[in-house]
């Protein structure tokens, strides 16, 4: 490895930096002690009492919904049931050590993070950062945490072990073969005995090499003002990854026990999968030489493994790895980070949660023009915010109209990616979030754009496939209302049929994500409040011009509506009210 230029002029920097960047440190860490707590308090004590307070009906609705499905044979389920008892145990047990190790982590690191990010560019009175940034967001942050656990457990876990009661079995029920499963538990037990101390081994023997080879990378760069040293705003950064590297190779060496724990118990899935008692142990050892090769890669050692790799599949096509001798090694570890690159071109890549935003926004605009034009009404908002199912068309017709309108756009516009409202900015897959999770959210948005396209819809189609999409979850609001006329051709009306169906079932996923109901709620919130406001003002301005616009009118009704559901009285005094204005 070529010395860098420079080096005493960078060595000496490197020096005059350690002073301000360890204070920098020291001020972060008392931070996070102070901070930690508080934190670890809010987490333990919040998540602790969501999820031990709903286990009981947790329990109770899982193994209703696994004794009632229609997927699973008399036998599945049992086997279900049994499988299904250990994690329903550990559960609290895993959220209340998870919330404390979680909340101590995250409520020290948080405080550091930010007070080493409050000396970045850009900022004014940096001493005045360094002291207050990250200790509000930091709590703010667990209190969300809290939140978005909440609406899991009450929301999202209800929703999808519902559906999965509901389906129908595609292609018949789910059986198990009793005579196979004697030999996948022997076979799985082996595995774990094998792999996991095996893998924990091998695991710990590299941990050193990682750890000095991390260690000698980072001191080089930053030396030589090279890879992640090489913009200021990035130095605090790296220098915190020099300090904080060992624990990542400990964490590393966690991961491959706890990997080890699945690649052994592994082995039974792939017994039963082939009938064979010989090509569960085949699995074994190839585990072994799998885990081996990963680790050579990503340590940029000799390609190889001392394990041989015995085939366990019947069908070679089947296996992984089987046409390649090894893993493909990143390009990130064969080519050291250019000079070149530079912040001054960052490249432009979108948060992840940019979409949600935008259709959030979209759906703050559009429910705001569907009450007034009486497509849902202030009690459809209403049930929406308490949960109730007749608040369908909101809770799930809303957000899914926003999609399609979002959709549709991106295909005319002829996009590659999804086009937000603004008609600016693209969401594509080259400056999507770099998040394997994210591609569920994103993927089967673009192959709906690309069908949607593929319609060729026209301005009436379209209008009555929005409407379809929106009010497709209510059986008697879409017979009751006039959504337009239908396209002539069965086919035609079949294909959009279909495509509403679709869009429901995307959104009702989408739905789920933890993120999304706080979201939500606080988007109707918006809608409800934005609507009282406006609502105020035109009566205000009515009782001085003694005349009514449109809009305060569809308003005034929606409101009497509401009133009339409730009782009588207010709806005298509501429609007296109408009658005078």
Request: aromatic share 10%; net charge neutral; proline share 6%.
């Amino acid at each position: 490895m070529d010395p860098p230029r420079g080096f005493l002029l960078h060595l000496w920097n490197f020096i005059c930096f350690l002073p301000y960047f360890i204070g920098l440190l020291l001020v972060g860490v008392l931070k996070g002690v102070i901070v930690a707590p508080i934190v670890c308090v809010i987490m333990t004590v919040g998540n602790s009492a969501i999820v031990l307070g709903l286990w009981p009906a947790h329990a109770v609705w899982a193994y209703f919904c696994i004794l009632s499905t229609k997927r699973l044979g008399p036998v599945m389920k049992v086997v279900v049931c049994i499988l299904v008892a250990p994690p329903l145990a550990l559960w609290p047990v895993c959220v209340v050590v998870g919330s404390i190790v979680g909340g101590l982590a995250y409520g020290f690191l948080g405080p550091v993070f930010g007070t080493v990010k409050a000396v970045g560019e850009g900022k004014t009175d940096k001493f005045r950062h360094c002291v207050t940034d990250g200790v509000w967001d930091t709590i703010k942050w667990s209190l969300t945490f809290v939140r978005d656990l909440m609406d899991v457990c009450l929301y999202s876990y209800f929703s999808m072990t519902d559906d999965l009661r509901k389906q129908d079995p595609p292609g018949g029920r789910i059986e198990i073969r009793v005579v196979c499963v004697p030999i996948a538990l022997v076979v799985g037990l082996l595995g774990f005995a094998v792999d996991f101390p095996v893998i924990t081994v091998i695991a710990v023997l590299k941990g050193p090499y990682m750890l000095l080879k991390g260690w000698h990378r980072l001191f080089h760069d930053c030396i030589g003002r090279e890879g992640p040293f090489l913009e200021s705003i990035c130095v605090p950064f790296a220098g915190l990854a020099i300090l904080l590297w060992p624990f990542a190779v400990a964490g590393a060496v966690l991961a491959s026990m706890l990997a080890g724990i699945f690649l052994g118990f592994y082995a039974a899935v792939v017994a039963y999968q082939e009938s064979s008692f010989y090509l569960g142990i085949c699995y074994i050892v190839a585990a072994l030489s799998i885990y081996d090769e990963y680790s050579n890669d990503i340590l940029d050692m000799p390609e190889g493994s001392c394990f041989p790799r015995p085939r366990y599949r019947k069908n070679a096509g089947l296996q992984s790895g089987s046409t390649t001798p090894s893993v493909s090694r990143p390009v990130s570890f064969k080519n050291p980070p250019s000079r070149s690159s530079s912040f001054t071109n960052p490249m432009i890549e979108l948060k992840p949660l940019v979409l949600l935003d935008s259709l959030f926004q979209e759906c703050r605009r559009q429910g705001e023009f569907m009450v007034l034009d009486g497509v849902i009404t202030v009690k459809e908002i209403d049930d929406a915010k308490s949960g109730k199912a007749s608040g369908r068309v909101i809770s799930i017709g809303l957000p899914a109209y926003c999609l399609f309108q979002t959709l549709l756009r991106s295909a005319k516009a002829n996009s590659t990616g999804i086009l937000l409202e603004d008609n600016v900015t693209e969401i594509n897959t080259a400056n999507r979030p770099k998040d394997g999770f994210y591609d569920w959210f994103l993927n089967p948005l673009l192959v709906m754009k690309d069908q949607i396209k593929a319609q060729n819809l026209t301005d009436s189609e379209a209008e009555y496939l929005g409407k379809l999409v929106m009010l497709s979850g209510d059986a008697e609001k879409l017979e009751n209302s006039n959504i337009g006329p239908p396209p002539e051709s069965e086919l035609r009306r079949a294909e959009l049929d279909a495509l509403a169906r679709r869009l429901q079932g995307i959104t009702k996923s989408i739905s789920r994500y933890p993120t999304y109901r706080r979201r939500f709620e606080n988007s109707i919130k918006a809608i409800s409040e934005e609507l009282d406001r406006r609502d105020n003002n035109r009566r205000g301005s009515v009782s001085g011009s003694g005349s009514e616009s449109t809009f305060g009118r569809r308003f005034s009704n929606q409101r009497s509506f509401k009133t009339k559901t409730s009782n009588q009285e207010d709806d005298q005094e509501v429609e007296r009210d109408i009658d005078v204005v």
